[in-house]
């Protein structure tokens, strides 16, 4: 028998089931006598050694088909040499059909190297390995399998491995489900410990972060927190979260309906949940079209309620794929919204009850009165402060005397107010001022009984109240003394004076704003007088122009400034000397205009309240007012006094047209004597065509308060004729009502004859020029002509030919031929009318619509032999379907052709072999666009605004007037186009751009001679 037949080996060492054999082979390596009992064995079996060898075979094929698992023989190099039947059933693939990589090919790519790599080192040592993988089953899936080999040997010498793969696919989906039920655990577990003492400060991260979790754990894209507004009517958008690179959801829908028709939302109402595994699970209509405007293709949804109301919305979406959600998935949601709709609440009832008692506290010290409980020998029992505590002379603590505390004048009658309180139960009040070394102030007391032996005193600070009395009354006397007339002096004299006193400051003046940068000062007092001599005070960027007053009137803004402030610097020692601590400038302005600043400096620290400064601005208002009022008085009379001697002719009429006053110049215009025009109606001054008709459009016009400009043409009393420019203005007086007329006239008569002298002139040369393209044109135009006339000569010789031959053709040859030559005169025809037309267009035509790309070939049509005989090559590229352009054909060719004579004229100053014209159309929104370009010279950035304005050339002398690019610009703007340059640069060519309207509107063409 072969012993080392390498089936019956491999039999022998996998199959324990063969026992005999394997009982057998153990006992000859081990008895100590082998040897001979080997031979004897050998002996018996020798005689049927070759049928043996078949049956053990045989046995050991048949044993290995019927094991549950796939087995597998290699040889020492790996490649298999034997399957088993459940392999070939497994994997559908035959022994033959595998490459030399043998069974590896049918390993999960993924997990194909750490195979390789284990089987390379377990057959370097000849060892046993195991390892767990992925196999392509013949369904074309995978399935987990858990592989063992055993190596092989023949004798000492080791010929393959034995491997036998157990699918283990429903053990590693338990672990998989196993580990992910652990996670779900210690995941709801960690969110929920984090929302158990949340500050409403971190409650959103919190939210934002719990959202990350459950959509990364169920695989969702987005997820998000709908919170129902206080009416539960809508649910608004409050947290989102979604995978990177994905579309944020708040753009998509705010707000939710909570109460109406919507289908998702009755639905989850219902069910407690939303399960949408594709969007065919969602009726038709606006819902599902929401949806899918947003990429969802599926999503699940709980709703956050408390006891029957719903509070919000916690959802998931899938946009990458429709999604089959698991039951976890929706159970996911549904316990953190709980956890996440507890924390919300807590932390909103929290956030209330922090607004409550903000807001008491606020109260309670927005009160500005000063409250003291005192018992009836005046002892101080408690005090509830406002601010600074104030009210006495100094600091009163709990359980000193009230008495004591203040001056003697005062110590008795509060003493009596308490003393009549408690025996009559009458509130009683009186006021006291007290005295500091800055300033005063007024305190009002009231008392009231709080109990058998103790009083309330409440003290009100009334300095401020005095003060605004005062302030209102000062206010009151500057607008009498302006109304008044008094000289400007006197008026802000006595106000820096009232000032002064009411707000007991020692250094204030008003500075009026003077051309030059000066200032022109008003001071109050002998104090502010030396402080401010000779100081420099100006108004200008100088160095003396940025102290306070000069800031204030330069920039127009209220000024503050510590004595510390560098912008006092100049002044600093002189202030300083008075005992000033700060200062500040309120400027004084009128409807914008700056006229001046009041300025004052105090050694009250507190000084500077905000109702303080509210007084002050208010004085420099009624200030800037009286200065306003003043000099307007005095401008009034220089206006008077003006339009006297004025050059235009002035006319003042009432509402009905009545002329009220005129000045010399319309009587000089118009030939009349004062008494001629005074009380009459304008409407019989003018001798205007058309009269009806002109002074109904002008009183429509005026009388409902707009201006009105035009041009008259009338006659004066000697019968000349002349031409004016006319305004009326409507004046409204204090109540916004129409109280007069202002019409000016400006004798224009020689002005209009010298514009018809220079707009003959100006036609004259634009036909100059229109001539001047055409010479350009002619040799194309000789081209257009000559191939129709060579086409008819060549007919017309044809037929002369045959008839000399004494041939006739058939008569229908000969209508042939007749039709050709029709057919080329027509042609010929054709040319010549269009250019007569375009030689003869002179009038603007009514505007209609005109296809930009027929012009382009009409214009090359006319101009492009010339350009080639210039040795320039064109290049279009028209767009398809372009819109039409309100225009006129003719005329829109003209612009064309001037700007390729342009372009031609500027290539023929460079010398280069790739001469090029480029032209371009298209449009966009409601735009169409035209671009004629060369690669000429280019035009500089410094002629780049001059090259529209007519006469402007860079040609030399007598080369050309400089009418070409002007007239261009004529006719694009005036059908409501634009050119412009592009590219203006030297040496890199020039692009002109026309836009147009995109369609046929309304326009007006240009009036070309």
Request: with cysteine; charged share 25%; hydrophobic share 45%.
């Amino acid at each position: 028998m072969n012993w080392d037949h390498p089936l019956l080996t491999a039999a022998i060492s996998f199959l324990g089931g063969v026992l005999t054999a394997g009982v057998l082979f153990a006992l000859l390596r081990a008895s100590r006598c082998g040897r001979t009992l080997r031979r004897k064995i050998d002996a018996i079996l020798a005689q049927g050694q070759a049928t043996r060898i078949e049956e053990d075979e045989q046995r050991f094929r048949n044993l290995a088909d019927r094991a549950p698992v796939l087995l597998i023989v290699t040889d020492s190099l790996g490649a298999p040499v034997f399957f088993n039947q459940t392999w070939a059933e497994f994997t559908g693939r035959p022994l033959a059909s595998l490459s030399g990589r043998g069974w590896l090919e049918l390993v999960h790519p993924d997990d194909l190297p750490a195979c390789e790599g284990r089987q390379k080192a377990a057959t370097a040592r000849r060892r046993l390995f195991r390892h767990e993988f992925r196999l392509r089953h013949v369904s074309g899936g995978y399935r987990w399998m858990m592989a063992v080999f055993m190596p092989r040997w023949h004798g000492e010498n080791f010929v393959g491995y034995i491997g036998s793969f157990a699918d283990i696919t429903a053990h590693r989906q338990l672990e998989q489900a196993l580990r992910r039920q652990v996670e779900y655990e210690k995941m709801l577990a960690a969110i929920s410990a984090k929302f158990v003492s949340v500050s409403p400060s971190a409650l959103d991260d919190a939210v934002r972060s719990a959202l990350g979790e459950i959509g990364r754990f169920t695989g969702a894209d987005r997820a998000y927190i709908y919170l129902s507004t206080e009416d539960g009517r809508e649910a608004r958008l409050a947290y989102y979260w979604n995978i990177e690179n994905l579309r944020p959801l708040n753009g998509e829908k705010p707000a939710i309906a909570l109460i109406g028709e919507s289908w998702l939302i009755r639905e989850m109402k219902a069910t407690g949940r939303l399960n949408i595994p594709n969007l065919d699970a969602v009726p038709a209509g606006e819902e599902r079209e929401m949806l899918a405007a947003a990429g969802v293709r599926s999503l699940v949804a709980v709703p956050l309620a408390s006891g029957d109301r719903m509070l919000g919305i916690l959802g998931l979406h899938s946009v990458s794929q429709a999604k089959a959600w698991r039951e976890e998935d929706i159970m996911l949601p549904k316990l953190v919204g709980e956890v996440i709709l507890g924390a919300i609440l807590r932390c909103q009832a929290q956030t209330a009850l922090a607004v409550s008692e903000a807001e008491n506290k606020a109260i309670l010290a927005s009160v500005p009165d000063i409250l003291y409980h005192v018992r009836d020998d005046g002892t101080i029992l408690d005090i509830k402060p406002s601010g600074r505590q104030a009210g006495l002379p100094a600091p009163a603590p709990v359980g000193s005397s009230i008495g004591r505390l203040l001056p003697a004048h005062l110590a008795k009658p509060a003493m009596d107010a308490i003393g009549q309180v408690l025996a009559v139960g009458r509130v009683q009040r009186f006021e006291y001022y007290l005295k500091t070394d800055n300033a005063t102030a007024y305190y009002e007391a009231r008392v009231t009984k709080a109990g058998a032996r103790d009083v309330l005193v409440i003290v009100r600070d009334i300095t401020e109240r005095r003060r605004s009395e005062a302030c209102d009354l000062l206010l009151l006397d500057i607008a009498v003394m302006v109304l008044e007339e008094r000289p400007l002096e006197d008026i802000l004299t006595f106000a820096c004076e009232q000032i002064k006193a009411i707000f007991d400051v020692s250094l204030l003046w008003v500075g009026r704003k003077e051309p030059g940068g000066s200032v022109r000062l008003f001071a109050a007092g002998e104090e502010a007088t030396e402080c401010i001599r000779d100081g420099g005070v100006r108004w200008d960027d100088s160095p003396a122009g940025h102290g306070p007053t000069g800031t204030a009137i330069r920039t127009g803004k209220f000024q503050l400034a510590g004595i510390d402030d560098p912008r006092v610097r100049q002044w600093r020692a002189r202030l300083a000397k008075h005992g000033a601590v700060s200062g500040a400038s309120f400027p004084l302005k009128v409807s914008g205009l700056i006229l001046g600043a009041l300025t004052l400096f105090t050694a009250d620290q507190g000084f500077w309240t905000k109702r303080t400064i509210v007084h002050l601005t208010n004085f420099a208002e009624q200030i800037a007012l009286a200065i306003h009022a003043t000099t307007s008085r005095q401008r009034l009379k220089l206006l008077t006094t003006g339009l006297e001697s004025a050059v235009n002719a002035v006319i003042i009429t009432d509402r009905t047209g009545s002329i009220q006053w005129v000045n010399p110049a319309f009587l000089g215009l118009t030939g009349l004597a004062a008494a001629d025009v005074q009380g009459k109606n304008v409407r019989g001054i003018f001798a205007v065509p058309d009269a009806k008709t002109f002074y109904l459009d002008l009183w429509q016009h005026i009388l409902a308060g707009r201006a009105w400009q035009g041009e008259i043409t009338s006659r004066s009393k000697d019968g000349a004729s002349y031409t004016a420019e006319m305004s009326v203005t409507p004046v409204r007086d204090e109540s916004g009502e129409l109280a007069n007329f202002l019409t000016i006239l400006h004798d224009v008569t020689r002005r209009r004859q010298a514009e018809q002298e220079m707009l003959e002139a100006r036609e004259a040369v634009v036909r100059a020029e229109r001539l001047s393209s055409l010479g350009i044109m002619a040799a194309g135009i000789a081209h257009e002509i000559n191939q129709p006339l060579n086409s008819l000569k060549v007919t017309a010789d044809g037929m002369l030919y045959w008839h000399n031959q004494g041939k006739t053709p058939a008569l229908a040859k000969i209508m042939e031929n007749i039709g050709k030559i029709s057919k080329q005169a027509d042609r010929i025809d054709n040319i010549i009318k269009h250019m007569r037309f375009f030689v003869r267009s002179s009038q603007r035509g009514e505007p209609e619509a005109c296809d930009i790309n027929t012009a382009v070939e009409e214009a090359l049509s006319l101009i492009g032999s010339q350009l080639a005989a210039h040795a320039i090559a064109v290049r279009t590229r028209l767009a398809a379907d372009l819109p039409t352009v309100a225009a006129n054909n003719t005329q829109l060719e003209e612009v064309i052709i001037n700007l390729l004579v342009n372009a031609m004229q500027s290539l023929d100053t460079v010398d280069k072999p790739d001469k090029l014209i480029t032209i371009v159309t298209g449009w966009r929104k409601d735009e169409v666009f035209l671009e004629i370009g060369d690669n000429g010279p280019g035009i500089g950035n410094n002629i780049k605004g001059k090259v529209f304005e007519p006469f402007f050339t860079t040609k030399p002398a007598g080369e050309g007037m400089g009418l070409g690019l002007s007239i261009v610009h004529s006719i694009v703007a005036s059908y409501g186009g634009q050119i412009t340059i592009k590219g203006a640069r030297r040496n890199r060519g020039a692009v002109f751009r026309i836009t147009f309207p995109a369609g046929a509107g309304e326009g007006k063409g240009e009036e070309q001679a």
